[in-house]
């Protein structure tokens, strides 16, 4: 069972918007046993979108598309949809009741251009967008399905997990067999992509048709994902990674997709444990990462973003002289850092990052790229240097990174 996705606006060709749409779709619908085969971006234009839909229709049994259904005149989706399913629009009185309670409170929102999202297609079944105006379409295209949705993320999401997921189910296990779709991730550091396909060649020759395994590198973590598209049973593909894991146990960080900061958030809470953070040049973004995710405030107690020298000096109790002899990107003030913000906070942990982030600063014994990272436990403080590139978004990323996965090794033992 195959799906595609065709994402409609301007804003996503030129940058203004950036689509998180579909990779959230597709995760969903590999949930329910669908393959998404293809994601494609139409500009607001007819003849743009008619192609777009005959080449989805050619290779998909599902078809979802998002955006273009607003009031104003550049939205112009529902409009090509009935041209291309032959129909014409009509008033559709459950939307606009629906329509006019959603703007009870604000009838300055009631006009004639909002009038217009109570017109539905004739041929389509229409399907409730509790929070939004612009009502939910599905047609029927032969054995196969369009629906079309708006663009806006959280009014995309909550159409998918009310309405179009259980429509597809329903549809799905009515009308076609359907075999689960499995995968499963790895998370390794610590060897070069090119030196871990070597050391899993055996492994990669010898699997099954039907599982395939991809190298996902980014920031220094590498994710392993093994996939099976319906062909292998649940107990076979746990064979297959559970050997996996095996071959890479010396690099394994994780045996999961989750984000590293959730991993360690995990760790922490399992043990009652707290962390907190001493940053230069990560700027926040170490304490950023923490403390993202619901339920942070179990583990995470706070940072310290000591940018300037003075910062370092006056709130985490680094000496001067330290500084004036080694310099701020070193281990000796990144030992201190760390061990000052883990006692002045009172927590069982703490991590301090020190480093040239560029483009300028640099020099021939610290050249840009240079990051200092320290880990205060309550078993001792250990420092590390890295060298982490020579762009200043891929340091502070990189920076981070190395943080949360060596106080996982850390908080693990």
């Known amino acids: ?83 291309y399913f032959d129909t014409h629009l009509i008033e559709d009185q459950r939307v606009r009741a629906h329509i006019m309670e959603l703007y009870r409170e604000r009838p300055d929102v009631l006009n004639r251009l909002t009038a217009t999202q109570w017109l539905v297609p004739q041929s389509a079944e229409i399907l409730e967008n509790r929070v939004g105006s612009a009502p939910l379409m599905v047609f029927h295209h032969g054995a196969q399905i369009l629906a079309s949705m708006p663009g806006v993320p959280y009014e995309m999401k909550i159409a998918m997990e009310e309405q179009i997921l259980p429509y597809l189910e329903t549809s799905i296990s009515r009308d076609h067999e359907t075999s689960a779709i499995i995968h499963r991730t790895l998370q390794v550091t610590g060897i070069p992509e090119s030196s871990l396909a070597i050391l899993l060649e055996n492994y990669e020759a ?4 039907g599982l395939h395994l991809a190298y996902l590198p980014k920031d220094g973590i590498i994710r392993l994902r093994l996939s099976s598209y319906g062909e292998l049973a649940q107990e076979e593909m746990d064979r297959w990674f ?10 394994l960080i994780a045996d999961t997709d989750e984000p590293l900061e959730v ?49 370092k000096e006056h709130l985490l109790g680094v000496p001067s002289e330290l500084i004036k002899a ?75 990174i190395k943080a949360i996965v060596g106080m996982i090794q850390k908080v693990k033992g």
């Not at 779709?25 to 139409?42: C, D, H």
């Not at 010898?206 to 048709?209: E, F, G, I, K, V």
Request: glycine share 10%; net charge negative.
């Open 1 to 83: 069972m195959r799906a595609e996705i065709i994402t409609i606006g301007d804003e996503l060709l030129i940058g203004q918007v950036v689509d998180t749409n579909s990779a959230w779709m597709a995760e969903r619908l590999n949930e329910i046993g669908i393959e998404l085969y293809q994601i494609t971006s139409v500009h607001d234009q007819r003849e743009h979108i008619i192609a777009a839909l005959d080449e989805a229709f050619s290779r998909a049994d599902i078809v979802l598309t998002t955006g273009g259904l607003g009031p104003t005149n550049d939205d112009i989706t529902k409009h090509v949809l009935c041209e």
């Open 206 to 209: 010898s699997m099954p048709a």
């Open 242 to 251: 559970e050997e996996l894991k095996t071959l890479v146990a010396d690099y």
């Open 263 to 311: 991993i360690l958030g995990n760790l922490l809470k399992a043990k009652g444990q707290t962390i907190a953070t001493a940053e230069s040049c990560t700027g926040g973004k170490l304490a950023s990462l923490l403390n993202k995710h619901a339920g942070s405030s179990a583990f995470y107690w706070g940072s310290v973003i000591s940018y300037d020298n003075s910062v």
């Open 326 to 400: 080694h310099g701020v990107v070193s281990e000796e003030v990144v030992r201190v850092m760390a061990e000052s913000v883990r006692k002045s906070l009172n927590t069982n942990y703490g991590i301090a990052t020190s480093g040239i982030a560029g483009p300028s600063g640099g020099s021939v014994e610290k050249p840009v790229g240079t990051v200092w990272i320290a880990w205060a436990t309550p078993e001792g403080t250990t420092a590390e240097c890295f060298h982490l590139g020579k762009l200043r978004e891929q340091i502070t990323n990189r920076a981070c």
